[in-house]
């Protein structure tokens, strides 16, 4: 993973300097970017779930005559998919694939300071490490100036390994680390902490999104009308993402086919977890979920359109018939004209 995300992460640099620095820039292009990629994956996915489909009437038939003899049972299964030219696994590597990327891009999105600005990577573990530990002890010994800290920060010891919570760290109070921390601990990160906010600096990287910080991680009370923040619209608008691409995808199953249920409840299920990690998360990993369901949804949802079952299906039904007509008009020739060689 460290090797594809090495790789990944001078992609990612290259949007981010084309585009002035812009972290959202950056990520916006770079998720259009793997998703195109990702479109034959994702028809070959596609066209292997609708040969299940297709065999599925015979799948059903050696099920019944061969249902209590397993061995019988595994060897006519094997032999349909050769018959029917159909890979038993067709569709599970597209997928395992697509998965494994998926999750190198969201660590890619959040670790840009090793990723984008090119930070020593031991060094920022160093320095989030040190950090987290010193605030953990700090909870046990000065509770309310950790929440203090807290407040002011923004820092989640839930998300320690997020970067986008220690660039914010660096770039608004870099002095927090020797406040937190004891002078031995201080002492032994320094030069580290030097290095990665000089790496930082260096890159130029600009974390802003129409006025809204990435690096801060929005936090929800119930009071909306008092303690409204602008970065709440990056959980909100990852919400209302993924419930548009949801109500297409639906839209799309239920016209491939009409018999399907709706499941409503499901269709609420991602979309409500967008909304809930966002509000756990800092607004960059926010922003890409916005982007990812944007992007990568309604190209799913055009590759159900193009690819659906009842149109590759048709179009095998129709090979099919040519082929029969093909085969039966030699065998007239040959009828007709004894002559005819086959």
Request: hydrophobic letters at 40%.
């Amino acid at each position: 993973m460290n090797f594809i995300n090495g790789a990944l992460g001078y992609v990612l640099r290259f949007f981010a300097d084309m585009f002035g620095g812009s972290f959202a820039g950056a990520v916006f292009f770079f998720t259009l970017l793997i998703n195109l990629v990702m479109i034959p994956l994702s028809i070959k996915s596609q066209k292997s779930s609708v040969d299940q489909l297709r065999i599925k009437p015979k799948m059903d038939d050696i099920r019944k005559r061969y249902g209590d003899d397993r061995q019988k049972l595994a060897e006519a299964q094997q032999k349909l998919y050769q018959e029917e030219n159909v890979s038993m696994s067709g569709g599970c590597l597209p997928m395992i694939i697509r998965f494994a990327l998926l999750m190198c891009i969201y660590s890619l999105i959040l670790s840009p300071l090793t990723y984008m600005s090119q930070a020593d990577k031991t060094k920022v573990q160093n320095v989030t490490t040190a950090f987290s530990e010193s605030m953990t002890q700090l909870k046990k010994e000065d509770e309310s100036k950790y929440n203090r800290i807290v407040e002011e920060t923004s820092w989640n010891e839930k998300n320690t390994r997020n970067e986008l919570s220690l660039i914010r760290l660096i770039r608004e109070n870099p002095a927090i680390f020797e406040d937190v921390m004891s002078e031995d601990d201080y002492a032994e990160i320094k030069d580290d902490l030097d290095a990665v906010i000089a790496k930082d600096k260096e890159s130029g990287v600009n974390y802003e999104f129409l006025g809204m910080d990435l690096t801060l991680t929005p936090k929800f009370n119930i009071n909306i009308f008092e303690y409204f923040e602008a970065i709440w619209l990056i959980p909100i608008l990852a919400f209302l993402a993924q419930m548009l691409t949801s109500v297409i995808s639906m839209f799309i199953n239920k016209k491939n086919n009409p018999e399907a249920p709706t499941m409503a409840g499901m269709m609420l299920t991602m979309p409500l977890i967008s909304l809930f990690l966002g509000f756990t998360f800092p607004g960059g990993v926010g922003f890409y979920w916005i982007c990812s369901s944007l992007i990568g949804g309604l190209i799913q949802s055009g590759i159900q359109l193009l690819y659906g079952p009842n149109k590759l299906l048709a179009k095998n039904r129709s090979k099919e018939l040519k082929e029969r007509y093909s085969f039966e008009k030699k065998q007239l020739e040959k009828f007709n004209n004894p002559t005819v060689e086959e």
